[in-house]
Nanobody, 117 residues
Framework: QVQLQESGPGLVNPSQTLSLTCTVSGDSITTDYYYWNWIRQAPGKGLEWIGY???????YYNPSLKSRTSISRDTSNNQFSLQLSSMTPEDTAVYYCAREKYGIDSWGQGTQVTVSS
């Protein structure tokens, strides 16, 4: 059974870059045909897809966030990471990592990120 766990700072200053890591157990992030996603939910809003990295290392981003987003991976530690630059209070949200094949089938528990000085 796959498990995903987000880690990173809970508080980020405006204009700084957010860095989050998702540690995966029970499956390899290089397993064919899987996509490894970052998704967030701001207070009172719906889920917003940020982007994903594929099992082969290709990346795809939400066009509205693409200029500020980078997703990378560390295959030796079975982790993938999100960097979101130029953070503003509007980026305050719960950030999730998730596995997808024919739909998302596994989620991390989520991590609260607050942007405030």
């Amino acid at each position: 059974q796959v498990q995903l766990q987000e880690s990173g700072p809970g508080l980020v200053n405006p204009s700084q870059t957010l860095s989050l890591t998702c540690t995966v157990s029970g499956d390899s992030i290089t397993t064919d045909y899987y996509y490894w996603n970052w998704i967030r939910q701001a207070p009172g809003k719906g889920l917003e897809w940020i982007g994903y990295i594929t099992s082969s290392g290709s990346t795809y981003y939400n066009p509205s966030l693409k200029s500020r987003t980078s997703i990378s991976r560390d295959t030796s530690n079975n982790q993938f990471s999100l960097q979101l630059s130029s953070m503003t209070p509007e980026d305050t949200a719960v950030y999730y990592c998730a596995r997808e094949k024919y739909g998302i089938d596994s989620w991390g528990q989520g991590t609260q990120v607050t942007v405030s000085s």
